[in-house]
């Protein structure tokens, strides 16, 4: 064992100055790979690049609009860009007012405006190959077509994730990025999808990109005049999204949830409309707590492209998120966090996990898929409150499996696999036959075998435990934040 170890350690020396994929490829060949018996090569490499662009600093903003630059519309897929008109800005007091029936102390936010609000419908287009372009018609032609082949009345209202992720092949940050993996869910369920170009962080913090949601959801119940759809019942709607997508549509769901319970209705384009629940709300890798200090953070942080988190100390301030100044970050006056005010980290509409089982009740069924990753504590543990509220969950975890694994390795067993849980749930949701066994289906590498644990046995964090590693984190947050703008206001006094 010992000299296994002294001939790694003189390896990994040895491969330190030949380029990353080479040493990963050939640690990964001779069946020395820190993973082995967890990832395959392509997971591997996948997560050895995802992580050293991750490692890369850069400027926000570039990476920002890197993210959002359109690539064109080619393959199997139909996309039809529409534009949801404003809304009065009922739509953003309901919202505010569901933060304030929430909120638990002295949280401060930002009051957006509510906006016009862009997407794009997605749906499969049969016949067309990988590099068909789309052929020249009006969005509202491309519609049409869209629906022809689109025929399930169910309508799935997706948000895209990828915080801040650049990847090589796709860029994360918007609708765009998405169009493959939407189109393909599109095509599994017969349903068309319509994702979301919320507004985006630090420029847009919370809760703009809720109110963008809330008036998405809205229209689509409710479609304002012009629109290309016809009114979709709240019973067809599925509310979906991976990682940062996820949370939003469990934080829109929390909000529809408060709403309802309240009486409130929204003054939408002339009418009041009360407040209907979805039909169901499949997530991916939800990202559950804007602190990220649940322990798999850094636990499962070797298998995972998303670095380990932070861990609050006395002495250390919180080290800020690390981009190189540009015209949008550090903001004025300066955050510690990108997507809101420190004082509200602990907000359920800011971080899910925040939410006690009790806010959950009377929600749909819940699906929620994760890998072996550094967000699956909370995933298991937001999984487990809706359990105990009485809602109907499925969840699985993916042996060895990275952040969003399916979406991002297309194609491989695994992703078929999640793929066929991630439609099922969806038509069943829609069907009203969601079927709950209360358990964490784990499923082990190359999909070898499967092991059903109960959802409160899937996580070992408690409640209590989780709401104060949460509250630590924030407070270490808020520290640093108070110490920024002292800094600011001194310097704006100059
Ligand atoms: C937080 O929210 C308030 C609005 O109440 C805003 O004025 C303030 O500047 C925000 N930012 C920080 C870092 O506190
Ligand atoms: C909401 O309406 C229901 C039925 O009309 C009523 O029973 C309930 O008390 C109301 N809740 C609130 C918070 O006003
Ligand atoms: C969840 O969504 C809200 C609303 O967009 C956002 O402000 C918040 O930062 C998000 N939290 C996480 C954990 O992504």
Same mark, same amino acid.
């Given at each position: 064992? +010992?000299? /296994?170890?002294?001939?790694?350690?003189?390896?990994?020396?040895?491969?330190?100055?030949?380029?990353?994929?080479?040493? @990963?490829?050939?640690?990964?060949?001779?069946?020395?790979?820190?993973?082995?018996?967890?990832?395959?090569? #392509?997971?591997?490499?996948?997560?050895?690049?995802?992580?050293?662009?991750?490692?890369?600093?850069?400027?926000?903003?570039? @990476?920002?609009?890197?993210?959002?630059?359109?690539?064109?519309?080619?393959?199997?897929?139909?996309?039809?860009?529409?534009?949801?008109?404003?809304?009065? $800005?009922?739509?953003?007091?309901?919202?505010?007012?569901?933060?304030?029936?929430?909120?638990?102390?002295?949280?401060?936010?930002?009051?957006?405006?509510?906006?016009?609000?862009?997407?794009?419908?997605?749906?499969?287009?049969?016949?067309?190959?990988?590099?068909?372009?789309?052929?020249?018609?009006?969005?509202?032609?491309?519609?049409?077509?869209?629906?022809?082949?689109?025929?399930?009345?169910?309508?799935?209202?997706?948000?895209?994730?990828?915080?801040?992720?650049?990847?090589?092949?796709?860029?994360?940050?918007?609708?765009?990025?998405?169009?493959?993996?939407?189109?393909?869910?599109? #095509?599994?369920?017969? %349903?068309?999808?319509?994702?979301?170009?919320?507004?985006?962080?630090?420029? $847009?913090?919370?809760?703009?990109?809720?109110?963008?949601?809330?008036?998405?959801?809205?229209?689509?119940?409710?479609?304002?005049?012009?629109?290309?759809?016809?009114?979709?019942?709240?019973?067809?709607?599925?509310?979906?999204?991976?990682?940062?997508?996820?949370?939003?549509?469990?934080?829109?769901?929390?909000?529809?949830?408060?709403?309802?319970?309240?009486?409130?209705?929204?003054?939408?384009?002339?009418?009041?409309?009360?407040i209907e629940l979805p039909a169901g709300v499949a997530t991916v890798s939800p990202w559950c707590d804007i602190t990220r200090s649940m322990p798999s953070c850094s636990k499962n942080a070797?298998?995972?492209?998303?670095?380990?988190?932070? @861990?609050?100390?006395?002495?250390?301030?919180?080290?800020?998120?690390? /981009?190189?100044?540009?015209?949008?970050?550090?903001?004025?006056?300066?955050?510690?966090?990108?997507?809101?005010?420190?004082?509200?980290?602990?907000?359920?509409?800011?971080?899910?996990?925040?939410?006690?089982?009790?806010?959950?009740?009377?929600?749909?069924?819940?699906?929620?898929?994760?890998?072996?990753?550094?967000?699956?504590?909370?995933?298991?543990?937001?999984? #487990?409150? /809706?359990?105990?509220?009485?809602?109907?969950?499925? %969840?699985?975890?993916?042996?060895?499996?990275?952040?969003?694994?399916?979406?991002?390795?297309?194609?491989?067993?695994?992703?078929?696999?999640?793929?066929?849980?991630?439609?099922?749930?969806?038509?069943?949701?829609?069907?009203?036959?969601?079927?709950?066994?209360?358990?964490?289906?784990?499923?082990?590498?190359?999909?070898?075998?499967?092991?059903?644990?109960?959802?409160?046995?899937?996580?070992?964090?408690?409640?209590?435990?989780?709401?104060?590693?949460?509250?630590? +984190?924030?407070?270490?947050?808020?520290?640093?934040?108070?110490?920024?703008?002292?800094?600011?206001?001194?310097?704006?006094?100059?």
């Amino acid at each position: 064992m +010992s000299s /296994f170890k002294a001939r790694l350690a003189l390896l990994k020396a040895l491969l330190v100055h030949i380029p990353l994929l080479l040493k @990963t490829t050939l640690l990964h060949g001779i069946q020395m790979s820190p993973v082995k018996g967890k990832q395959d090569l #392509r997971t591997e490499l996948t997560v050895a690049i995802l992580r050293s662009f991750m490692n890369t600093r850069a400027p926000l903003g570039k @990476t920002q609009r890197d993210g959002i630059r359109d690539p064109g519309v080619k393959g199997p897929m139909w996309i039809s860009k529409v534009t949801l008109p404003q809304p009065e $800005n009922d739509v953003r007091d309901a919202v505010l007012h569901a933060i304030e029936s929430l909120k638990t102390g002295d949280e401060t936010y930002d009051i957006p405006e509510a906006v016009p609000v862009e997407g794009e419908w997605t749906g499969y287009r049969a016949g067309a190959g990988k590099h068909t372009k789309e052929p020249d018609l009006s969005e509202e032609e491309k519609y049409l077509k869209l629906r022809e082949e689109s025929p399930s009345d169910m309508t799935i209202l997706y948000f895209h994730g990828g915080a801040y992720l650049i990847d090589i092949e796709i860029s994360l940050l918007d609708p765009c990025s998405h169009r493959v993996p939407v189109a393909h869910l599109s #095509r599994l369920t017969g %349903a068309p999808a319509f994702s979301v170009r919320y507004r985006l962080a630090p420029q $847009n913090p919370f809760p703009a990109a809720l109110v963008d949601a809330l008036t998405a959801y809205l229209s689509l119940v409710h479609p304002p005049e012009g629109s290309l759809h016809k009114p979709v019942p709240a019973n067809k709607i599925i509310l979906a999204g991976d990682s940062a997508g996820g949370n939003l549509s469990l934080v829109l769901l929390q909000t529809l949830l408060t709403l309802d319970r309240t009486n409130r209705t929204v003054r939408f384009h002339g009418k009041d409309v009360a407040i209907e629940l979805p039909a169901g709300v499949a997530t991916v890798s939800p990202w559950c707590d804007i602190t990220r200090s649940m322990p798999s953070c850094s636990k499962n942080a070797w298998l995972d492209y998303l670095g380990a988190s932070p @861990t609050p100390s006395d002495d250390t301030p919180f080290e800020t998120i690390p /981009f190189i100044p540009d015209d949008v970050w550090p903001t004025t006056p300066p955050r510690a966090d990108i997507f809101c005010n420190s004082t509200i980290l602990g907000h359920p509409l800011v971080s899910p996990l925040a939410a006690p089982a009790e806010l959950w009740k009377n929600a749909p069924p819940i699906w929620i898929s994760m890998g072996e990753e550094g967000l699956a504590d909370e995933g298991i543990i937001v999984g #487990r409150r /809706f359990h105990e509220a009485g809602v109907p969950i499925v %969840a699985e975890l993916y042996e060895g499996m990275p952040h969003c694994h399916g979406m991002l390795l297309l194609d491989t067993p695994v992703s078929h696999e999640f793929f066929k849980g991630f439609s099922e749930f969806c038509r069943d949701a829609v069907a009203g036959r969601v079927k709950s066994a209360g358990t964490l289906t784990w499923r082990s590498f190359k999909l070898r075998s499967t092991k059903e644990i109960p959802i409160e046995k899937a996580c070992e964090v408690s409640d209590e435990e989780a709401r104060s590693l949460m509250k630590k +984190s924030a407070d270490w947050r808020l520290k640093t934040e108070i110490e920024m703008q002292k800094e600011w206001h001194a310097k704006a006094r100059l």
